[in-house]
């Protein structure tokens, strides 16, 4: 079988091995679509954290199953499945409390442990979930919209809150559509014009902003001074992260959604004055993918738009380096396995 592995940064090789085979409790699956991730992009380009190589990449998978052993989901071969990519351990202090996606021992497939860029995989099968009547393209897009589902439930958001989403790329991009359907108004924020317009036209957000001077009082005069209840770091990018509490009104909450490599300063008496609520959002748990299942089955997100660029995996290698570019107009690309 096929498979693309990522042996150091810069680097990827398309390379042949034998299919593997299933133990108990595993199924195998067959990999029809791969989404490519920040997390992919990061690896790639030698700067995501909690990494090594060489890695098969991929974590944001569309699969079907061949082959699986009777269990107590109904499962059987021929059925469409998403992945849960978290591989967590059931026993640690996060566990015990439902927290699995933050699991002392976890492991997430594609950066961690092999991923899905292959043309079959071995899972275990509890972390599978049922597609229903899901395409391909809406099974690979389900991981990443699962993540702005997380953070959304993490915030507790409410319906007529106004929320700031700094980034436009594909997680940001989630964030705000999923918070428009909780009923939420959206304020959008990045350095890309086009990506702001893309928000606007395809995703329906109410204000968009660009980042830098006069983004603060734009943001005021938006919320009638107020500022946002709720403000959604996407990027990753330090900088953007640091100044995020800028937007955020007193009384409000930061989520940090993106993940930086280094190390964050804050102004202390700047955030106490706020008394702001702090909080990471790491990966998603099974609510989260039901939720965004159920979203994907009533046709709530756009996912022709969404999806900008799609090659089979003969071709990635070619490609992958224009997926870098924002001036390409990707948002989201997929591979075809």
Not at 6 to 32: H, I, M, N, Q, Y
Not at 296 to 321: K, R, Y
Request: charged share 20%; aromatic share 6%; hydrophobic share 40%.
């Amino acid at each position: 079988m096929k498979y693309i592995v990522c042996e150091e940064p810069g680097s990827f090789v398309l390379k042949e091995k034998e299919s593997p085979v299933r133990k108990k409790d595993e199924a195998l699956l067959k990999v029809t679509k791969v989404g490519i991730c920040g997390t992919d992009l990061h690896a790639y380009a030698g700067n995501q954290a909690f990494f090594t190589y060489p890695r098969i990449l991929g974590h944001e998978l569309a699969t079907v199953i061949e082959d699986i052993d009777d269990n107590n989901m109904g499962l059987k071969a021929g059925d469409n499945v998403v992945v849960m990519p978290y591989l967590s351990c059931g026993n640690c202090v996060a566990c015990k409390v439902g927290k699995t996606n933050c699991c002392t021992n976890i492991a997430v497939l594609g950066i961690h442990t092999d991923g899905g860029m292959q043309e079959y995989i071995t899972v275990p099968v509890d972390i599978l979930i049922p597609a229903k009547k899901l395409t391909d393209d809406q099974m690979a897009v389900v991981e990443p919209l699962a993540i702005g589902a997380h953070a959304i439930r993490r915030a507790n958001i409410s319906a007529g809150e106004t929320i700031v989403v700094i980034g436009c790329g594909p997680i940001g991009i989630g964030i705000m559509k999923l918070a428009q359907i909780d009923g939420a108004k959206i304020i959008a924020i990045d350095v890309n014009q086009s990506r702001l317009d893309y928000a606007k036209e395809k995703i329906g957000v109410d204000y968009t902003v660009l980042a830098g001077d006069g983004a603060v009082e734009q943001i005021q005069h938006i919320t009638n001074g107020d500022l946002a209840t709720a403000v959604f770091d996407a990027t990753g990018h330090r900088g953007a992260l640091e100044s995020g509490t800028d937007y955020m009104s007193h009384g409000g909450c930061y989520i940090l959604v993106g993940l930086s490599k280094g190390e964050l300063t804050f102004t202390h008496p700047k955030i106490h004055a706020k008394e702001t609520t702090l909080m990471c959002s790491r990966n998603a748990t099974i609510e989260d993918f039901e939720k965004v299942i159920e979203v994907l089955e009533n046709g709530q997100f756009p996912i022709e738009s969404f999806i900008t660029h799609n090659v089979d995996c003969t071709a990635m290698i070619s490609n992958f380096d224009s997926w870098l570019k924002p001036e390409t107009g990707v948002i989201k690309a997929t591979v075809n396995f």
